[in-house]
């Protein structure tokens, strides 16, 4: 059977809860690509996003035929910003992002150059993708059913109270993972995990 992250760490990528709850994450590593912007608008996002695919379809496809497939993972996100707020009232222009998908740890920087070389020459895509390992550690996380705008009072919530509950604060970046297909799902029955590193 091909390796499917969202199996392998089912807490990450399925999880139940729907108000703020703590998880270790173990070391994760990602295709990851930066930028700026409003991501409903900014065509340099859409860009990331086709090429962040592209890149990890080429390594299935080549994994595959040497015996080692895998599940391409869904997309997920890092966002900051340098007013936090921005976040809470939605003001996406000014939002900073890293898109990500998950490659298996089997696979090392040899497997995204030779993809480089094939997604220019194939899909005429040059674009900066690169290969990153994330170790987020101690972690509030929740599932967000719902349109990505309706996430403020749960950021709120996090920041205003659970934090401050749990005598804890923010060691890393905030962090998306998307369940859903927004192309194919209406937003009432999206589902994104929400997650700050914490310590």
Not at 78 to 89: G, P
Not at 93 to 99: G, P
Not at 138 to 146: F, K, N, P
């Amino acid at each position: 059977m091909p390796y499917d992250v969202k199996k392998d760490l089912k807490q990450l990528y399925a999880p139940k809860n729907t108000d703020w709850a703590l998880l270790d994450v173990p070391e994760q590593q990602f295709l990851a690509i930066d930028g700026r912007g409003n991501p409903n608008t900014a065509d340099s996002y859409r860009k990331a996003v086709e090429a962040l695919y592209a890149f990890a379809y080429t390594i299935k496809m080549t994994a595959k035929r040497a015996g080692a497939d895998f599940v391409v993972g869904p997309l997920e996100g890092l966002w900051w910003a340098e007013d936090y707020a921005a976040f809470t009232v939605r003001a996406k222009d000014s939002w900073q992002w890293t898109m990500l998908i998950s490659l298996p740890g089997t696979l090392g920087e040899d497997a995204v150059e030779e993809a480089r070389e094939s997604v220019r020459r194939k899909k005429k895509i040059d674009a900066p993708v690169r290969l990153e390992k994330l170790r987020e550690g101690r972690c509030a996380q929740v599932l967000h059913v719902g349109p990505y705008d309706d996430e403020g009072p749960l950021l709120a919530r996090l920041h205003g109270e659970f934090l401050t509950e749990h005598g804890l604060a923010e060691t890393g970046l905030h962090h998306e993972v998307y369940l859903g297909d927004p192309r194919r799902t209406e937003p009432a029955r999206l589902k994104t995990v929400l997650r700050q590193p914490v310590g």
